[in-house]
C-alpha cells in the first residue's frame, strides 16, 4: 500500500488517501484517465470526501474565477527594459506590519510589484531570489529521475552560489 499526502503548503482539509481513493476509482471507471471535469463530477456528490474542497456557491466561484483571471493577466504582461522583453510585474510575499508585533508577519498573500521596482529594492531582489531559489527545488524534484537535467541543475546551483 502507497503513502499518501497532500504536497506540503497545500490547503486541503480532507483526508488525502480517501481523496486519492476516490479519484483512483473514477480514474479505473473512466478506462485510466482522470480530467479536471471529472473531479469536478466526483466531487459534486456530498458524500465525497474533496466535496467541501470546492466552492460550490456561483456568486463566490465566480469572483474566485476573476480573481485568477486577474493573477494571469498581470503575470502576462511583458515591457521591455533595456531591449529585453521582460515580465511587467513579479509576485513576491505580502509583508505587513503586526500593530501588535515588533517585526513584520508575512502572510500567505502576494502583491505584484513592478519589475523597475524590484531591481532597486534589495528586500525585494531577494523575496524574488527565495522564490526563484524554491521553484528550482521544486523542478529538481519533479524532475530528479531524469540523469539529463542533473547538469543542469549543477550549473544553476553553482550561478546561485555566485549570486548568495
Known sequence: MNTVYWKPGSRFRCDAAAAHSELEAERARRGGYLSASDVLDVAASEDSSIHYEFEWDDSTAAHEYRLSQARHLTRSLIVVVEERPTRAYESIPLKVAAPEEDGPDTRGDSVYVSVADVRQKP???????????????????????????SAVFSAIDSALEDVA
Open 123 to 149: 528586500e525585494w531582489n531577494e523575496c524574488v531570489l527565495q522564490k526563484f531559489r524554491a521553484d528550482i527545488d521544486a523542478l529538481r524534484k519533479r524532475y530528479q529521475t531524469v540523469q539529463e537535467l
